[in-house]
């Protein structure tokens, strides 16, 4: 098993767990967060992936063809 948790991937697995929530339960989850709504929140994650893509793709090695 993977025992290395990265600030990411609990953030990820946080906004994931609230899309499936309703009620206090998503406005105490989306606070934790920092966000007031899930469109900000789906905002926040596409703009981190956007990152992400472009740090891997800066940083990988070239690929042997």
Do not use: C, F, H
Not at 47 to 52: G, P
Request: no cysteine; net charge positive.
């Amino acid at each position: 098993t993977n025992r290395v948790w990265s600030p990411v991937n609990a953030y990820i697995a946080l906004a994931m767990t609230a899309e499936l929530t309703e009620g206090e339960t998503q406005q105490e989850l989306l606070a934790v967060l920092g966000v007031d709504s899930l469109e900000n929140l789906r905002s926040r994650i596409s703009a981190a992936r956007q990152v992400t893509r472009v740090g891997i793709r800066k940083y990988s090695l070239p690929s042997r063809r």
